[in-house]
């Protein structure tokens, strides 16, 4: 399997890669090498490497999303009116979309 050198996470055969990365320089190209970061324990299975990558290759993203499923998972665990429990959930994923995406320009303060 080829990849392109631009530095991203994939995986293959249950262990997640970080791909070669090449930068163009005056006198040609510079090329870093691919390396394994990690591999999936037997239990978890190989598909759990494809989640892992694409969670790495979302950077900050990824963070208020796993912060956001933690907090949805305790939630889903309490008793209380369902009613309640869903809204709590879509208020917390609203705030971790909120979180992982950049303010547009028109967003920004104006200083």
Request: charged letters at 25%.
């Amino acid at each position: 399997m080829t990849h392109a050198r631009d530095g991203k996470y994939y995986a293959k055969n249950g262990t997640v890669w970080k791909a070669p990365t090449e930068k163009k320089t005056e006198n040609g190209s510079k090329i870093s090498l691919g390396f394994p970061i990690c591999k999936m324990h037997d239990a978890v299975g190989d598909e759990a490497a494809d989640t892992v990558a694409e969670l790495l290759n979302c950077g900050e993203q990824a963070t208020a999303f796993v912060e956001a499923l933690s907090d949805i998972r305790l939630l889903a665990n309490s008793a209380g009116n369902p009613r309640t429990i869903i809204a709590k959930i879509f208020d917390i994923a609203t705030q971790a979309s909120r979180k992982s995406i950049p303010p547009s320009p028109q967003e920004s303060p104006s200083e």
